[in-house]
């Protein structure tokens, strides 16, 4: 099945230590979405590709940095984790820009910082 | 700018009981309606979309939900719930190449 896989479900991670989450798609979709999800909060999106075009969020903080190597992978990187940035990451693709296109969810990654 | 207010944050129902999930939005032109659920631990599933034409749509799992202009409301219904059904459900619009979620209802049946 075509599918956007998360890696890895759980990431551990120490305060200030770089860490990267990935995301991979089988879906063939030009744009990919991140989003953080805090607990009981809905998800908020950091940034999205189209194509490779990076689109990012203004409130997005410096510290979370993206890399679409090609039409498969993105990765979303953490310089420098804090404590407030433990969360659920979820990585999303859509067939088009353009939110007439639904959008279709990894099951998530959830980051914890030590 | 475009938003979503979802005033349920809890919903207990019964197991075969009909439900409604609340949802208003608020946008300037058309709005993009989606509903999503996601179960524990895992990411969000699409339930449905409306984009236009008929205002009552359909939905897996048994789900439909009624987009109101008048009322800017998107509800979500289903007539009879399974216990496989609670989860969080998170309505959406989108707008501008992105999508506002709501801050989600999370839905708890009683067997």
């Excluded at chain 1, 798609?25 to 607990?39: A, E, F, G, I």
């Excluded at chain 1, 433990?86 to 030590?114: E, K, N, V």
């Excluded at chain 2, 939005?25 to 659920?37: D, E, N």
Aim: aromatic letters at 12%.
């Amino acid at each position: 099945d075509a599918m956007v896989i998360q890696n890895p479900r759980y990431q551990v991670t120490q305060f200030g230590k770089p860490v990267t989450l990935s995301c991979s798609q089988t879906l063939n979709h030009n744009v990919m979405y991140w989003y953080q999800q805090k607990s009981s909060q809905a998800p908020k999106l950091l940034f999205h590709y189209y194509d490779k075009d990076f689109n990012n969020e203004a409130d997005t903080p410096d510290n979370f940095q993206s890399r679409r190597p090609n039409t498969s992978f993105c990765f979303l990187d953490i310089r420098s984790p804090g404590l407030g940035d433990a969360a659920m990451y979820l990585c999303a693709t859509s067939r088009g820009q353009g939110t007439i296109q639904p959008q279709h969810f990894g099951d998530g990654t959830r980051l914890s910082i030590l | 700018a475009q938003s979503v207010t979802q005033p349920d944050i809890h919903i207990t129902v019964s197991e075969g009981a009909s439900l409604e999930l609340r949802c208003n939005y608020s946008y300037g032109a058309t709005p993009y309606l989606f509903w999503y659920v996601q179960s524990p631990g895992q990411g969000l599933q699409l339930l449905l979309k409306y984009f236009s034409g008929d205002t009552l749509v359909q939905g897996i799992k048994g789900f439909e939900a009624e987009f109101k202009r008048s009322q800017s409301s998107f509800n979500l219904r289903k007539p009879s719930v399974h216990w496989s059904d609670a989860a969080e459900y998170f309505c959406a619009v989108g707008g501008g190449n992105k999508l506002t979620f709501g801050t989600g209802t999370q839905l708890k049946v009683e067997l």
